[in-house]
């Protein structure tokens, strides 16, 4: 069955430091987004993207941060400079030609900023 | 903007019992999702409702969209150790964002 996967599982960076988290969602998916959860709390939207470009983003989802989709596989979403408080699992999704809200997740990246 | 809030926030069951959570808004959604997530995992989508009053089964899990269009329940009979997790309930905001709810954390004594 096909899945949503996202590499690396985890990743420790330092403050100030960038970091680029990368996806491939299912491969007939025409919508991509990245939520976020952090530890012990409720999952949260950081941004959608549709054809080539952001379709809707959080207030999250500031300066700090980009998504790009590099290739017809691809999905990436980078923290310029990384705060403390960007420490948390970060999920990218996928949906396809149906439903928009039937969105399938990646196991998640742990993303440790120290 | 819309919050949902899911009960109980945990439970604690034995091998064998039936579930019930539920999940309610302040304001209506024409869709509503149950999600399970295991521990370091991602969300994994259970059932997605489209219609108000819409009962839905997916093995031994059963949802059903509220009339009202502002709560939604998940049932799961017969529980069995590997559906321990936590239950998220979300629908849409906008054209494409999900929100969710905090979790329903089921623990299920053998």
């Known amino acids: 069955e096909p899945e949503v996967t996202q590499t690396p599982s985890h990743q420790v960076t330092q403050m100030g430091q960038e970091v680029i988290l990368r996806c491939v969602p299912i491969?007939?998916?025409?919508?991509f987004y990245w939520y976020r959860q952090i530890l012990g709390q409720k999952v949260e939207f950081l941004v959608s993207?549709?054809?080539?470009?952001?379709?809707?983003k959080s207030e999250i989802f500031d300066d700090q941060f980009s998504v790009e989709r590099p290739d017809g596989s691809n999905f990436t979403l980078k923290i310029r400079s990384t705060k403390l408080e960007d420490s948390a699992m970060y999920f990218c999704?996928?949906?396809?030609?149906?439903?928009?809200?039937?969105?399938?997740f990646g196991p998640g990246t742990r993303l440790t900023v120290t | 903007g819309q919050q949902l809030n899911q009960s109980p926030q945990s439970m604690f069951i034995q091998e064998g019992e039936d579930v019930s959570m539920n999940c309610t808004s302040s304001?209506?959604?024409?869709?509503w999702l149950w999600y399970k997530q295991d521990p370091g995992e991602g969300p994994v989508l259970l059932i997605a409702?489209?219609?108000?009053?819409e009962l839905t089964s997916n093995g031994r899990l059963t949802a059903q969209f509220g009339i009202t269009r502002k709560d939604s329940f998940l049932n799961i009979s017969a529980s069995i150790p590997s559906d321990v997790g936590i239950y998220f309930c979300?629908?849409?905001?906008?054209?494409?964002?999900?929100?969710f709810g905090q979790g329903t954390r089921l623990t299920i004594n053998p």
């Open positions: 999704a996928s949906s396809g030609t149906g439903p928009p809200y039937e969105q399938y």
């Open positions: 491969s007939n998916h025409l919508y």
């Open positions: 993207f549709y054809n080539n470009e952001i379709s809707e």
């Open positions: 304001s209506i959604f024409n869709t």
């Open positions: 409702l489209y219609k108000a009053g």
């Open positions: 979300a629908g849409p905001q906008g054209a494409q964002k999900l929100v």
